[in-house]
């Protein structure tokens, strides 16, 4: 009952939305406050960790951990984050149950939706099958239900990537290949609100434990090259076919987060303070996306002998993407 309906799979945008729609969100997010609250005082009497169905009530209650989201009110995002925190303290039962959700839960909803670079255990497939030129079934919402009917999924997965610090390695690594498929399908996916949330995991909340912790479970999986492969592709959502607001929301996400993976992924001894392929990679980086892009969304105008001595002199534009980019350039 505190799970969000799929009906907030169509909320992207409330305003447009006609007013039989806004009924039935404003309905379905007040049941949600009040099954939360309902939660919240049961676990003054049982404690969560002693519950049987543990696993489903932390499903339901990460549902309500990111104010962003449409089902979301300050009350239920206030308790169910205390309820959470009471419970992460409790490390016997806290990482078994997150392992469940992995397995039982995100795993399945992300089954579908196909990923030819990785194994069915979150490994690098050496020999990938590429998809069709045009796959229909990427059309098929049956193929993302995280992303068309259980719309809490993703709230519930940064939530459990938020869980590893660089003092729980062990448990990191030991989850790395049920981390993988998810946080690749965000990244892949077309709509950029999704890819920029993928982004800023892999970025903020996966890379920094591993790099922290000297973890080196991306050479042993082989899967830097993976999420390069993942990343790059949002460096080209420009104008005038990406809005420019949209453009900078993502970029300003993807430049940091394929930087950070660089970093970590080139980790180098002391005494070699510049890596051949940490060089390679940067110097990639700038030839074939941050000067590119530079280029491409600045134009050049012919000016007249009387304004200028000069044949013809460079605009911007979209000054504000322009600026992201030299900031990545100087970064």
């Known amino acids: 009952m505190a799970l969000p309906s799929s009906?907030?799979?169509?909320?992207?945008?409330?305003?447009?939305?006609?007013?039989?729609?806004?009924?039935?969100?404003?309905?379905?997010?007040?049941?949600s406050t009040l099954a939360v609250s309902a939660l919240a005082s049961l676990s003054a009497v049982l404690p969560l960790w002693k519950a049987a169905n543990a696993a489903d009530i932390v499903t339901a209650l990460a549902s309500f951990t990111s104010a962003e989201d449409p089902w979301t009110g300050r009350q239920s995002h206030a308790e169910s984050t205390e309820i959470l925190r009471t419970f992460t303290t409790q490390d016997r039962y806290h990482w078994p149950v997150i392992e469940q959700i992995l397995k039982e839960r995100i795993r399945p909803l992300f089954a579908k939706t196909k990923n030819p670079a990785i194994t069915a255990g979150g490994r690098k497939n050496f020999h990938p099958v590429p998809l069709p030129r045009f796959d229909a079934s990427t059309l098929d919402p049956e193929t993302k239900p995280w992303k068309f009917r259980e719309v809490h999924t993703t709230t519930v997965f940064a939530w459990i990537i938020s869980q590893y610090s660089p003092e729980r390695r062990d448990e990191l690594e030991t989850h790395f290949p049920l981390l993988v498929p998810p946080l690749l399908a965000?990244?892949?996916?077309?709509?950029?609100?999704?890819?920029?949330?993928?982004?800023?995991?892999?970025?903020?909340?996966?890379?920094?434990?591993?790099?922290?912790?000297?973890?080196?479970?991306?050479?042993?999986?082989?899967?830097?090259?993976?999420?390069?492969?993942?990343?790059?592709?949002?460096?080209?959502?420009?104008?005038?076919?990406?809005?420019?607001?949209?453009?900078?929301?993502?970029?300003?996400?993807?430049?940091?987060?394929?930087?950070?993976?660089?970093?970590?992924?080139?980790?180098?001894?002391?005494?070699?303070?510049?890596?051949?392929?940490?060089?390679?990679?940067?110097?990639?980086?700038?030839?074939?996306?941050?000067?590119?892009?530079?280029?491409?969304?600045?134009?050049?105008?012919?000016?007249?002998?009387?304004?200028?001595?000069?044949?013809?002199?460079?605009?911007?534009?979209?000054?504000?993407?322009?600026?992201?980019?030299?900031?990545?350039?100087?970064?």
């Open 7 to 31: 009906v907030f799979a169509e909320a992207a945008d409330l305003e447009d939305l006609p007013d039989g729609k806004k009924a039935a969100l404003k309905d379905d997010r007040l049941k």
């Open 186 to 331: 965000l990244i892949d996916d077309e709509t950029l609100s999704i890819k920029t949330r993928g982004c800023s995991l892999l970025l903020t909340t996966l890379l920094k434990p591993i790099r922290e912790s000297n973890s080196d479970i991306l050479k042993r999986t082989n899967l830097s090259s993976v999420f390069e492969d993942a990343v790059r592709p949002c460096l080209l959502s420009l104008p005038s076919i990406t809005q420019e607001d949209d453009s900078i929301h993502l970029l300003e996400r993807a430049y940091p987060a394929l930087l950070s993976l660089l970093q970590t992924s080139h980790r180098q001894p002391s005494e070699d303070p510049r890596p051949q392929a940490y060089i390679k990679g940067i110097t990639s980086l700038l030839r074939d996306h941050l000067i590119p892009s530079f280029h491409h969304t600045s134009t050049t105008n012919p000016a007249s002998a009387e304004s200028t001595s000069l044949s013809s002199f460079a605009s911007f534009p979209y000054p504000r993407l322009s600026t992201l980019l030299l900031a990545q350039i100087h970064a």
